[in-house]
């Protein structure tokens, strides 16, 4: 008996430690697509008052290559944790991140949650996915 209570002892604790540390640290960050942002966009009264923040996680160089039309700001994906202040944005504003191809968003999004913002949304397949419904890029910064 006692042995079989051990046995049982050790597959919980093995389960609890899979289960914590294993490849489930995946994102949990709603996925929009470019739709739902394009709607959000075209409802809004004017591209600053659309009720989130609208931010570029590419670099310099790709953001002044053009951007999606409302962008509020450019902040590099590895630059989030260091410059998020920038944002000027709230614990429960709406924020949504996009990159290139949503991978870069993905991980700006999760270091935004991490930082305590509670709605942050990354644009699925982002500027490549926004091309591709056939939508017009805005230019850059100047």
């Known amino acids: 008996m006692k042995l079989r209570w051990l046995a049982y002892l050790g597959v919980l604790v093995l389960a609890v430690a899979g289960a914590t540390s294993g490849p489930a640290l995946a994102s949990h960050v709603r996925q929009l697509s470019v739709q739902e942002v394009k709607r959000s966009l075209d409802k809004a009264p004017n591209l600053r008052e659309k009720g989130f923040l609208l931010v570029d996680v590419r670099s310099v160089e790709e953001h002044d ?28 504003d709406h924020i949504v991140v996009y990159c290139q191809s949503g991978k870069r968003s993905n991980i700006a999004a999760d270091t935004l949650t ?26 850059g910064r100047r």
């Open 114 to 139: 991490e930082l305590g913002y509670r709605n942050v949304y990354n644009i699925r397949g982002s500027v490549n996915a926004w091309l591709q419904a056939g939508f017009q890029l805005a230019g």
């Open 65 to 92: 290559s053009g951007a999606i039309p409302g962008t509020d700001a450019n902040i590099d994906f590895r630059e989030m944790a260091q410059r998020y202040k920038e944002l000027g944005a709230g614990l429960a």
